[in-house]
């Protein structure tokens, strides 16, 4: 098992269920000191709970990624406590029903990206400042989707989102590259998650035989993933776009 993460502090958003939830076990694991954000508190006291009792230092923090002020709290709490922020996942957000954008409300619209937009860029704003701190290099990783490398019919608003999460982290990299913060983003395919809910069972039929390997992909598939990012072993890796998606072209 490698603890090339020992004692790191990490901050992992949406870490109640999914995928942040196996990202947190999973930073857990190489050896950092975890702090699950989500909106359910009752579901990410239980992934606390569950890091706690393999002996992982853990703590959960309510937040809603939706309002500035708490993802601001959010960073200041996480940093106060342990002198800085070392890693920091951006993997809250939601999914969108399939509509076609010409039928979809400005309200929606709006909705997702706040959600899956606008709250990366919160992330990123209030994490930086606190990273470096604790004598190692930042390391950021943004959860987009295959969803923002292509045109996805249906999915208009979630689509470019998640572009829009795929270029702030291009960006972001650039400008944080001298300041040892590292700044990557990952693209899941279709993952057993609640954000394919929105399908029947028929659909999901359909869906597994558009994957070349022939199955969704896992929360701790990406999860691993996260965690290679996340770690010193990727040290020359920045602004780099990485997709989990099973084979999937868009």
């Not at 702030?168 to 998650?193: D, H, S």
């Amino acid at each position: 098992m490698s603890h090339s993460l020992e004692n790191a502090i990490a901050v992992v958003t949406g870490g109640a269920a999914g995928i942040g939830r196996e990202t947190c076990l999973k930073l857990g694991r190489m050896g950092a000191r975890v702090i699950v954000s989500d909106i359910d508190t009752h579901s990410g006291e239980e992934t606390a709970a569950l890091l706690r009792t393999t002996g992982v230092e853990a703590h959960f923090v309510a937040a809603d990624v939706g309002l500035e002020e708490d993802v601001k709290k959010l960073a200041g709490a996480a940093a106060e406590h342990n002198g800085g922020i070392d890693v920091w996942v951006s993997n809250a957000g939601i999914g969108g029903t399939p509509k076609k954008l010409h039928k979809i409300t400005t309200e929606e619209w709006n909705h997702m990206m706040l959600l899956d937009l606008t709250s990366v860029f919160w992330s990123h704003k209030y994490a930086v400042p606190h990273m470096g701190k604790r004598g190692r290099d930042g390391s950021i990783i943004n959860v987009a989707s295959i969803a923002g490398l292509g045109g996805s019919p249906g999915l208009g608003p979630y689509a470019v989102a998640k572009a829009g999460v795929v270029s702030l982290t291009q960006t972001a990299a650039l400008e944080m590259a001298k300041k040892n913060v590292r700044i990557n983003a990952i693209c899941p395919g279709w993952v057993e998650t609640k954000i394919i809910d929105f399908a029947g069972e028929s659909v999901q039929a359909e869906m597994r035989k558009q994957i070349p390997i022939g199955r969704f992909g896992t929360p701790a598939e990406v999860a691993s993933l996260i965690g290679y990012l996340a770690s010193p072993e990727s040290s020359f890796i920045t602004g780099s776009i990485f997709r989990a998606d099973g084979g999937i072209k868009t």
